[in-house]
């Protein structure tokens, strides 16, 4: 893969609300629903593409591959081809991307945990 030209400035502190932060692009690809649905799925351990295709419910084919190799590119996971016959490909979190990845499981735990006090807020939304 092609390395993008860096015309940041490497001395400028890092501000998400900046709009050229370059930051903001890696929160994007993290926080989108796939991204965190990969990076939580992932904290179970090794896994192939096919198996995270189906713990990831409801993702393409197309959809998943271009949302590991976004979080690959940004150093949130390594993929590994293994040299077997059949060649399989298995994706594994960085040492960044635990640490990201238990920061979402905590998100995804409170929203789960919280979900009939969510339907309770929709609901009477609606009704207004």
């Known amino acids: 893969m092609s390395t993008p030209p860096d015309d940041t400035d490497p001395t400028l502190e890092a501000d998400v609300f900046a709009r050229n932060c370059t930051s903001r692009p890696v ?4 926080a989108s629903r796939w ?10 351990g ?6 995270l295709r189906r713990r990831v419910d409801g993702i393409s084919e197309r959809m998943l ?18 040299q077997t016959i059949p060649p399989h490909v298995e994706y594994t979190l960085t040492d960044l991307g635990a640490k990201v990845a238990d920061q979402l499981e905590g998100l995804v735990h409170m ?7 969510i339907r309770a807020a929709q609901n009477a939304y609606h009704r207004d």
Do not use: C, W, Y
């Open 27 to 30: 929160l994007q690809n993290i």
């Open 35 to 44: 991204g965190v649905l990969s990076l939580v799925a992932l904290k179970e």
């Open 46 to 51: 090794p896994t192939r593409f096919s198996a």
């Open 65 to 82: 591959s271009q949302t590991l190799q976004t979080l690959e590119r940004d150093g949130m996971i390594h993929r590994e081809v293994q």
């Open 111 to 117: 929203l789960e945990s919280n979900i009939d006090q």
